[in-house]
């Protein structure tokens, strides 16, 4: 059995509420800490990726609890990692801010990867 080495409580997958009202200069994410991916069952800090988006530095074919999905360009080979556009990870704020979520601890990724846009997997080359 694992430990839990955050105080911050874990996000649980749910419906699509279509009639939650985003005000976004409601919120100030300037405090919000760097986000994490607990898919290894230890956090570990997400890399930034792009204009502002973030990328798993865990989620990877070697040390992933949670199997990368196949490649479809390589026959019996995984795509390399994970990561999450800013728009995604905005989203992703407000949605867990409207929730009453703590976002002073970090938020972890590992239940909201690749859910829509661009929010999905990525090959490294």
Known sequence: ?????????????????????????????SGVPSPVCSCTGVPRVCYKWGAGGWQSSCCTI???????????????????????????????LHKLAAEGCDLFCPVDLKDHWARHGTNKFVTIK
């Not at 080495?5 to 994410?29: G, I, M, W, Y």
């Not at 070697?62 to 905005?90: D, F, H, Q, W």
């Open 62 to 92: 070697n040390i992933s609890e949670y199997p990368l999905p196949m490649s479809s360009t390589r026959p019996g080979a995984r795509v390399a990692g994970r990561k999450m556009s800013n728009g995604a990870y905005t989203k992703l």
């Open 1 to 29: 059995m694992k430990k839990k080495t955050s105080s911050c409580p874990e996000a649980k997958r749910e419906k699509k509420d279509l009639n939650v009202d985003f005000h976004q200069s409601d919120f100030d994410f």
